[in-house]
């Protein structure tokens, strides 16, 4: 089954504690990208990878890291968690050259609250 | 600076009627328009696109109507059925950034039986 993995689905955690959220996909995808989303609002993305060793800003990159060494993993670090990285984010990933033309998968989301 | 709007938080219809959801945006270099369903618990499904060069565009039950003078977008899901119930989110790229994608705040469709 196609699918796009991410874990944790839910953590509770402590300012300054490092954390990793995992996001894998099967389906050969280049593009990856992390949104996370808040009340009310849309998505607003994070980071977004073309293809492996290939990584770039989106809207709202700060106190985030990404790595793309593999790819079907796109993992978001958390180096130092404060509380207003509290959010619901989401993995998705897409065949080739990001948005444009290809239409996003997206993980079952991670609920991250920071405390 | 939101580049794209969806201006209705939330639409209640009867089922069978039409739905109607909007979307305006800002950037004259967004080429590339989606519209996801997101329901409770779940990350976002893609439902339907449309690119610049296209004013239409029909699947199903559901087309996606763009006018780029007005800078505006709009879903329309004919019949509409209970299970259309979700949140909906219009995103707009631009090929000049393939990689960025920007998305509305997401209208909650409530369909009524």
């Known amino acids: 089954e196609a699918q796009v993995t991410q874990n944790p689905r839910y953590l509770i955690t402590v300012t300054g504690k490092k954390l990793t959220v995992t996001c894998s996909q099967n389906?050969?995808?280049?593009?990856m990208s992390w949104y996370r989303q808040d009340p009310g609002l849309g998505l607003r993305q994070i980071y977004y990878?073309?293809?492996?060793?290939?990584?770039d800003k989106g809207d709202v990159p700060e106190g985030y890291k990404v790595s793309r060494k593999e790819k079907r993993n796109f993992p978001l670090i958390l180096e130092s968690p404060s509380p207003n990285q509290t959010s619901l984010y989401f993995c998705?990933?897409?065949?080739f050259g990001g948005g444009v033309g290809q239409p996003q998968h997206f993980g079952d989301g991670t609920r991250l609250s920071i405390l | 600076d939101q580049q794209v709007k969806q201006n209705s938080p939330s639409l209640s219809v009867q089922e069978g009627r039409i739905s109607i959801l909007n979307c305006d945006y800002t950037?004259?270099?967004?080429?590339?328009f989606l519209w996801y369903k997101k329901y409770p618990a779940e990350g976002p499904t893609f439902l339907i696109s449309?690119?610049?060069?296209?004013d239409k565009n029909e699947d199903g039950r559901f087309t996606v109507f763009l006018n780029k003078s007005a800078k505006h977008l709009s879903l329309h899901i004919v019949p509409s059925q209970p299970g259309d119930s979700a949140v909906y989110f219009c995103a707009a790229s631009a090929g000049t950034n393939a990689g960025k994608s920007t998305f509305g705040d997401g209208t909650t469709l409530t369909v009524k039986p």
């Open positions: 449309i690119s610049s060069i296209k």
């Open positions: 950037n004259s270099m967004f080429d590339y």
């Open positions: 998705a990933s897409s065949l």
């Open positions: 990878s073309m293809n492996v060793e290939v990584t």
């Open positions: 389906m050969n995808h280049e593009y």
